[in-house]
């Protein structure tokens, strides 16, 4: 460890810290060194430098004030090269200024309120389709995050999880995720020679060749059929139609627009749904929780109609359990790495530049000198302070949109997000109790709140549940506005697959 670098775990020569680093739910690991090495410390990875930051002031500073310097994301050659996507664009690849300029001229407050009728919508056929089949929840949360964004980008929806494009999508992201597992690729950042080791000898390349096929053949498929739409007249108000007729005043050529389609798919789709399954597992998990939620619905909103977004005003609980799912289980437990242009200096410490930065979500949002408690789902915390921190505690450093991200590299795709949470968290609650499933022999099956996915955005593993509807008139009531959004759902099933057309059909049947 160079000398004026912030302190960390010991190192050995040569590797650094990079025998001891995790290579699987970092964030536990980079917590208890953060317990050990405080909030603010270092890793050498080779002869690279990780910072990680486990302190909200920090956090605030570095990332938020001085985000101008600490804006870029770590260099991967396979990815940059390979597969482009945004998400891990360092800024320096010019294309990220315009991708995310165009992202957010698309993705404003009001711009994501005119999605809200097919966002409705959906919200009301994942109430339907878990009625029908509540054993299959998870697929049909799945199914409801990915087609809301392919109608809000494409003007396509997906009436099932096994529609030919969000299966496409699904697979497309199983493999890429096979490809950024540590170990999956060498390190060619490291060892750039490699990068010249040609494709019949080089496995790894041949799987990134692949997943850029399966995600190519989606995005510009996808982009193409809305080209189609527009000369046809068809236009359904969807963003790409909005970037195909401003694409110069955005400068964006086919391959870009190709990609921010593809990048805001990746970004939408397994967040929201993650948020909704975690949101399921705590409601089971603290049924206190859900039994506070449950009376404050009842007491807003009541039997005879399903909540509207202008509901939620009134329910500070039901606020406060999203501002908790988003603490007890965040999405994204490190966010996704950012690296700095610049050397920086803080607390009398150097930040070098090109060093990749960790902003320990996780290890903040479960700080015990923080919150009371912190391994408890309590959404009570938020009706204390504004940040859900202990009475007495300064959170000022905190927000409440935290767990989407910092400085210039916050989640464009926030507003869209909310609305969709704010959404499906009233409409879960005020439709359905939520407890644990029994076994054969009639026992509870025991859920763990700890059993989530590998990966950099991570959700819980399929759970078993038991989901009821709370009364008859709500079951009726979710049948009645499923089949009334119909004409909605109608204006977005263009080129619908037999199969789907059969379901769409069938599903409106009675
Ligand atoms: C529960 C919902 C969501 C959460 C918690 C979430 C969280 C995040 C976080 C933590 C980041 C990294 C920010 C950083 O590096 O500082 C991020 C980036 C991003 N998100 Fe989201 N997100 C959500 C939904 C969405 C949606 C619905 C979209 C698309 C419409 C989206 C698109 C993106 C994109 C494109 C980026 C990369 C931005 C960049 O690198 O400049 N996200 N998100």
């Not at 912030?6 to 680093?21: K, Q, R, S, Y």
């Amino acid at each position: 460890r160079e000398p004026g670098l912030p302190p960390g775990p010991p190192t050995v020569p040569l590797l650094g810290n990079l025998h001891i680093f995790p290579t699987e739910f970092a964030h536990y690991k980079f917590t208890e060194w953060a317990r050990q090495y405080g909030g603010f410390y270092s890793l050498k990875m080779g002869p690279g430098t990780a910072i990680v930051l486990t302190d909200a002031a920090a956090v605030k500073e570095l990332m938020d004030r001085r985000s101008g310097s600490t804006v870029d994301r770590p260099a991967m050659h396979f990815v940059l090269a390979i597969i482009l996507l945004v998400l891990l664009m360092p800024m320096t690849a010019e294309n990220w200024r315009t991708l995310r300029r165009t992202a957010h001229a698309i993705l404003t407050p009001q711009a994501s309120a005119r999605h809200l009728p097919i966002q409705q919508a959906e919200a009301t056929q994942l109430l339907h389709d878990i009625l029908l089949r509540p054993q299959s929840f998870y697929t049909h949360i799945r199914r409801y995050s990915n087609s809301v964004i392919l109608s809000v980008l494409y003007g396509k929806r997906a009436p099932r999880y096994e529609t030919p494009e969000t299966t496409a999508f699904f697979k497309a992201q199983h493999e890429w995720e096979l490809v950024l597992e540590p170990g999956a690729t060498p390190p060619v950042d490291l060892i750039p020679i490699l990068k010249y080791v040609p494709e019949r000898w080089a496995k790894w390349k041949r799987d990134c060749t692949k997943t850029r096929k399966l995600q190519r053949d989606l995005y510009f498929g996808l982009l193409d059929e809305t080209k189609e739409r527009i000369l046809r007249g068809e236009e359904n108000g969807s963003y790409m139609e909005e970037i195909l007729t401003r694409q110069q005043e955005f400068g964006m050529d086919r391959e870009i627009t190709g990609y921010l389609g593809g990048v805001l798919i990746e970004g939408g789709s397994d967040t929201t749904s993650s948020y909704l399954q975690s949101l399921i597992l705590a409601m089971i998990a603290y049924p206190d929780s859900q039994k506070k939620a449950h009376e404050e619905i009842d007491r807003v909103v009541g039997e005879h109609r399903m909540p509207t977004l202008d509901d939620l005003e009134h329910m500070p609980y039901i606020r406060a359990m999203i501002l908790e799912t988003h603490r007890f289980r965040p999405v994204a437990p490190l966010m996704v790495p950012h690296a700095t242009l610049a050397p920086e200096e803080y607390k009398g410490y150097v930040i070098p530049e090109g060093a990749t930065i960790f902003v320990n979500a996780w290890g903040i949002f479960h700080d015990p000198a923080l919150y009371d408690d912190p391994e408890s789902f309590s959404p009570g915390r938020y009706l204390l302070t504004e940040n859900g921190t202990k009475p007495g505690v300064d959170g000022s450093d905190l927000r409440p949109n935290f767990a989407f991200g910092v400085g210039r590299r916050i989640c464009p795709g926030i507003h869209l997000a909310q609305n969709s949470i704010n959404i499906n968290t009233m409409n879960l609650v005020w439709a359905f109790n939520f407890t644990t499933d029994t076994d054969a022999g009639g026992s509870p099956i025991e859920l763990d709140t700890f059993a989530y996915q590998k990966g950099i955005l991570t959700g819980p593993k399929p759970f078993r549940a038991k989901i009821t509807p709370r009364t008859a008139e709500k079951a009726e009531i979710i049948e009645r506005e499923f089949l009334e959004a119909a004409d909605t759902f109608s204006k977005f099933e263009f080129g619908l697959s037999p199969e789907d057309k059969e379901f769409v059909v069938q599903s409106r049947a009675h």
